[in-house]
Every structure is written in structure tokens, then in C-alpha cells.
């Protein structure tokens, strides 16, 4: 079981993902034997099923939204590369890393690649809008059914007139972002590893 | 001169005529050797074992074993372990990032909450590594426990090569033997005390052949055991509940006591060994198809729990082999019976070998080879108080109560997840609670506004 771990992940693709993500290297060793052991055919991917194994994610009332986000668009399988990228939006943002310079690109688990990760939460079908159909479907997912429909409808209605500035009736990226100006996005939406 | 002469020749000459001189000496030394190995296991191991006392070998053996491993040890660098339910209890106390001066009940960013909730359990989560061996900090010389092995240094990797010709090359074999001679002994000795008629004298032979076999077996594993509060072990016409973590938890409670076992009948070696041991005492085993039936499980417990004489029902309410880090949750069955329950709780020490099954990765045999190759099984066994079932209090919530007794005296993590959860799919109506307790939120908000 554990002879796998260490002989499939070279040190080039540790370096590799290192420098893309910013995990140290016992993070991403660490990483790496739960994708294997999630890895259930064992042929390097994870599909939908692999993580809907997980029982804290399958209560999850997003958990289907969640996965969602870690496979890119149309696509069934996930490499150890997408799963690290994903993950990398929840690295915790270090006091070194926010003087970066400003001409490298920026990194996965900046403030505004978290936001992003957020609202393609809400984006089903990535248009880079939310509706309000959108909202009222997302909403629906995290109550079930205990609020009825007409109130849900005004829960999304009241969201969107505050949040939408074009009047376009639906909240762009922008939007998003200054409605969550004041959130402590950087602490809500950061998990801090076992070293 | 030549006088010796004479006689070496003749020697020589009677020696060629009939057999070759080195088999000779070879089937000497083999027979010499056998019979050496076999005086030596018949008393320092066999006859204690009959006889329930100890020289104080194992407790020798594990402490220098202890020192090697000390010594041997491969430190890997842990931070502060994050707990899962520290950082969701922090989340909840600064709210789903409500800002108190709007005062609306649903904000965008409530959606964090989850999102991060389900991030961290993709990254690791309570459950699934309740079924994988624990990892351990520091490396006792089995290859099977250390998950980055490597070669790490040239004096290690020798320590380790030696390690692999003991384990393999002595201890194996004399465990194998050791392990036929307990079982071939238990199925003969109960056979014969199946002819005896039904008395005290039965009961009383019954008993000590088990408690001799187990004990051989115990022998058999290595397995150094520490019984703790032993005035609390279970009486006839009770029900011992234990946590579940390898086949072998039956082989320790049952070297110490004696009890009736619960189980289904298998084919094989385990049947013929089922069929006998149920002659000289009454144990419960089911068929396959009565197995289903919960009623006529219940009625068969509780008729044997009914009958003083009978002997202690051994049962392991998790239904599942768990890995020895936390108690899950225990099925209701044998708590619903209403006899009074005494619980066990068993602790491996997983320094000297990971005493769990994991039954998806490994069949029955591989399991029992890599226990007997494992340096040794250090367990303690902890005997709690009886418990019974209290006025106002249901099946279920007396299951829980047993089971936090015995999670909190084993040290382990008492968990609500269903131990079922390593092969089936988890219920729904966990996720509509979770809904039902966020949907609370957004309502109950409206309701204040409106009376405001």
C-alpha cells in the first residue's frame, strides 16, 4: 500500500506542482497517498464516485458542487494535478507570499482565485453570471425542503437587488466581489494542513 | 603404529559398508535438534499454557524489542494536528459571516461554510481512515507500517535484514507449530468431552480445555496481554460487549474467560472447529439464512442469556474489524436483549505490529501469516463495570452510552458513524439535518425581524 505512494510521484512533478501551488513538499507527499487511497481502480484519476465515497462530503448539502469544482468542463476524470490545483485555492494566504512580485502571475489562493472558486460554487453553468434561477437552485440545495418555495424565491429576489449594479438582474464577478468586500475571505476560505 | 592402524581400517572399513558416514551424522544431528526444539516449546510454552501461568519471557522480549525500536527511530515531522471539529466550532461562533449591520438572513458568503467543510474532508476525513492502519511515528522494522520506505541508512537496512531473518526464519515456525497444536488440540479435547453427559463435570472439563487452547494460541501469536480491573469480568447470563479490530480479539478475551461465542457457520477448517467446540458447550452458531432473520437472532440471544448456567454471550456490536483509533457506532441487536451488558475495551499497541484486518485488502490466511511474522501483539484489555439499561432509555441510547465507557477507557475517539460506512453508502438523513439546521438559520432570522 504504501510502496505505490512513494514510487509513482517523482521528484520532478513534486518540484513541478511546488512551484504551481505552493504546498511544501510533505504536503503534496501527504496529498498524494489520499488521492491514491481515495484512487479506488487505481489508475491515477479520481472520478465523480471516488469522492462521493467520502461520507463528510456526501452530507455535505453542496457536496456535489464541490466536486464539480475540481473537474474542468466536460470532463469525468481528474488527474493529480487538477486535484492539487484545486486544492491549492485553500492554501492559507502567508505574510511573505503578499509582497510578492507583482509582474509573476498571481497565485491560486489569492484573495480573488478564492472569491472565484466561491462563485463558480453558485455559476452552474458557467456563464460567468449568477441568475436568479442559479441562486434559487444553490439555495435549494443548502435548506432542502424546509422553506417553501415563494420564500426562497424572495431569499434570492432581495440577494440579487442588493448585490446587482448594472441592472442586469443577475451578479457578475465584479459584483460578487464587492458584495463580499468586507468578509475575511482570506481566514474563511483557507484550511490549514498538517505540516 | 600399526596396531592403530589396524583399527582405524577396520573402523573405516564397517563404516563404508554400511552407509555413508556424513548422512549418519546429519540424521543425528536432525534427530538431536527436533527433539532439543521440541523439549523447549513443550516447557516454556506448552505446559505454562496449560497450566495459566508465565515465565516472563514475552514481558522480556517486548522491552528489549522497545529499546531496538528506540533506537531505530525515524522521526517524521508533524505540526499541530488540525481537528476537524475545533476549526468547524470556530466557523459557527463568528457566524456564516453575517454582517450584524444589514441583519438579512441570507448572505453570499454562506456559502463558505460549506465549501470549506467539504474541502477539508476531501483532504482527509474522520472516516475513511478509521479503515486504514494507523500511521505510526515511529518505525518498529516492518516494511508493512513504514509508508515511505527507503534506504534510509546502510545500519538500518541491515537491522532490518536481521529483523526479517528472525521473524521469518525462527519465530514464524515455531508460532505455526505452536498455532496447530492449539487448534488441533481444542477440536480433539472438545470432540471427547462431547461424549460426557451433561453435569458439572462437563462444564467444568469444557472450560479449562478452552481456556488451555486459547491460551496456546495466545502463545501462538505472541501476544502479551494486560488484564486490567479483572474484577469486573463478565458473569453467566450477561452479555460482553467489546470494540472490534481483529479476529484475534476473540482468541485474547477468551484466553482469560470463558464465554459463548456468536457467529455464523463458515465451511471449511472454521466449521470443523465450530461443530466441535459447540459439543462440549452450548455456543450460538447461526446458517447463513437465519442470519437475516433479526427476530429469531434476538429470541436465540435472549433464550441463552435466560439460562444461568450458560456462559457469557461474547459479542462485537460495531459489526465491522475498525482500526483500533476510535469506537463506531454500536448496532442495537444485542442491547435491545435486556440482560445486563459488560463492556471490554481492547487497545492495541501498534509499536510492535497493526494488529487490524483489513478485510478488502487481505483474505483470512495472509492476515494470520503477517500477525505471526509481527514481532509481537501488545494489547491491554480493560474489564468495565456491568451496565443496564436505565428507565426512559432506548436500545439506542444505551448502545451509545456503553460505547462511550469503552471509548473513553481505551483512549479512543468515540465516533457516531456507522462502521458500515467502509462498504455501503452514507443515509441521507444526515444531509437533510444539515439542511434543516442551516434552513433554521435563514428562517428564524425572519421571524425576529417580524416581531421586531
Not at chain 2, 527511530?73 to 499541530?80: A, D, P, S
Not at chain 2, 475513511?128 to 492502519?133: G, M
Not at chain 2, 472438545?190 to 463435570?201: A, E, Q
Not at chain 2, 501469516?369 to 509481527?374: A, F, G, I, K, P
Request: charged share 25%; net charge negative.
Amino acid at each position: 500500500m504504501g510502496s505505490r505512494a512513494s514510487t509513482l510521484l517523482r521528484e520532478e512533478e513534486i518540484e513541478e506542482i511546488k512551484k504551481e501551488t505552493g504546498f511544501s513538499h510533505s504536503q503534496i507527499t501527504r496529498l498524494y497517498s489520499r488521492f491514491t487511497s481515495l484512487d479506488k481502480g487505481e489508475n491515477g484519476t479520481l472520478s465523480r464516485e471516488d469522492f462521493q465515497r467520502i461520507p463528510e462530503l456526501a452530507i455535505n448539502p453542496l457536496g456535489d458542487r464541490i466536486i464539480n469544482a475540481f473537474f474542468p468542463e466536460g470532463e469525468d476524470q481528474v488527474n493529480f494535478r487538477g486535484f492539487m490545483r484545486t486544492l491549492a485555492h485553500f492554501r492559507p494566504i502567508e505574510d511573505n507570499e503578499k509582497n510578492k512580485d507583482p509582474t509573476a502571475s498571481e497565485p491560486l489562493n489569492s484573495r480573488s482565485n478564492k472569491l472565484l472558486f466561491a462563485f463558480r460554487l453558485y455559476d452552474l453553468d458557467r456563464d460567468d453570471k449568477i441568475s436568479r434561477d442559479e441562486l434559487l437552485q444553490v439555495l435549494r440545495m443548502m435548506v432542502g425542503v424546509n422553506i417553501s418555495d415563494e420564500q426562497l424565491g424572495s431569499i434570492a429576489d432581495r440577494t440579487i437587488q442588493e448585490a446587482d449594479q448594472n441592472g442586469d438582474n443577475s451578479i457578475s464577478f465584479n459584483e460578487f466581489i464587492k458584495v463580499l468586500e468586507k468578509v475575511d475571505v482570506e481566514q474563511k476560505m483557507s484550511i490549514r494542513f498538517l505540516h | 603404529i600399526s596396531f592403530r592402524c589396524m583399527g582405524c581400517s577396520t573402523e573405516e572399513m564397517g563404516l563404508f559398508l554400511d552407509f555413508n558416514p556424513f548422512d549418519n551424522l546429519l540424521c543425528i544431528l536432525l534427530g538431536i535438534s527436533f527433539t532439543v526444539w521440541f523439549t523447549l516449546l513443550l516447557v516454556f510454552i506448552i505446559v505454562p499454557a496449560i497450566f495459566g501461568v508465565s515465565f516472563g519471557i514475552r514481558q522480556l522480549y517486548m522491552k528489549t524489542l522497545l529499546k531496538i525500536f528506540e533506537w531505530a527511530t525515524h522521526r517524521i515531522e508533524r505540526g499541530e494536528p488540525t481537528s476537524l471539529e475545533e476549526e468547524i466550532k470556530e466557523i459557527r461562533r463568528s457566524g456564516s459571516n453575517r454582517d450584524l449591520d444589514h441583519a438579512s438572513e441570507f448572505e453570499m458568503s454562506d456559502i463558505f461554510y460549506f465549501c470549506r467543510q467539504g474541502v477539508e474532508s476531501i483532504m482527509d476525513d474522520e472516516v475513511t481512515k478509521r479503515f486504514s492502519a494507523e500511521e505510526l511515528e515511529s518505525w518498529n522494522l516492518l516494511t508493512r507500517s513504514n509508508y515511505n520506505f527507503q534506504h534510509i541508512s546502510l545500519r538500518l537496512t541491515v537491522l532490518w535484514g536481521l529483523g526479517v531473518v528472525i521473524r521469518y526464519g525462527f519465530l514464524l515456525p515455531l508460532r505455526v507449530t505452536l498455532a496447530f497444536t492449539g487448534v488441533g488440540l481444542l477440536v480433539v479435547l472438545t470432540s471427547i468431552i462431547g461424549f460426557l453427559p451433561n453435569g458439572r463435570m462437563k462444564n467444568f472439563l469444557s472450560e479449562q480445555v478452552h481456556l488451555m487452547c486459547y491460551r496456546i494460541c495466545v502463545r501462538a501469536l505472541t501476544a502479551i496481554i494486560t488484564y486490567h480491573d479483572s474484577e469486573n469480568k463478565p458473569k453467566n447470563g450477561g452479555i460482553c460487549v467489546a470494540n472490534h479490530t481483529s479476529p484475534i480479539d476473540v482468541i485474547i478475551l477468551a484466553s482469560d474467560g470463558c464465554y459463548a461465542m456468536v457467529g455464523q457457520i463458515h465451511g471449511g477448517l472454521m466449521g470443523v472447529i465450530q461443530k466441535s467446540m459447540v459439543k462440549a458447550c452450548p455456543h450460538i452458531w447461526f446458517e447463513r439464512s437465519e442470519v437475516k432473520d433479526r427476530h429469531l437472532v434476538a429470541k436465540r440471544l435472549s433464550d441463552h442469556v435466560e439460562d444461568k448456567t450458560k456462559l457469557p454471550i461474547l459479542i462485537f456490536p460495531e459489526g465491522t474489524c475498525i482500526n483500533n483509533t476510535s469506537v463506531m457506532m454500536f448496532k442495537k441487536g444485542s442491547f435491545e436483549i435486556g440482560s445486563t451488558v459488560y463492556p471490554v475495551a481492547i487497545k492495541y499497541d501498534p509499536r510492535f505490529g497493526d494488529a487490524f484486518w483489513n478485510s478488502s485488502q487481505f483474505g483470512m490466511v495472509n492476515y494470520l501469516l503477517r500477525m505471526m511474522s509481527s514481532w509481537a501483539i501488545v494489547c491491554s484489555v480493560w474489564y468495565l463495570p456491568p451496565m443496564t439499561r436505565e428507565e426512559g432509555e432506548d436500545a439506542v441510547q444505551f448502545a451509545n452510552r456503553v460505547k462511550a465507557a469503552i471509548a473513553r477507557q481505551g483512549g479512543l475517539v468515540d465516533l457516531l458513524w456507522d462502521g458500515g460506512l467502509k462498504r455501503g453508502k452514507v443515509k441521507d438523513t444526515f444531509k437533510e439535518e444539515q439542511q434543516k439546521l442551516y434552513s433554521k438559520m435563514l428562517v428564524g432570522t425572519q421571524e425576529d425581524r417580524s416581531r421586531s
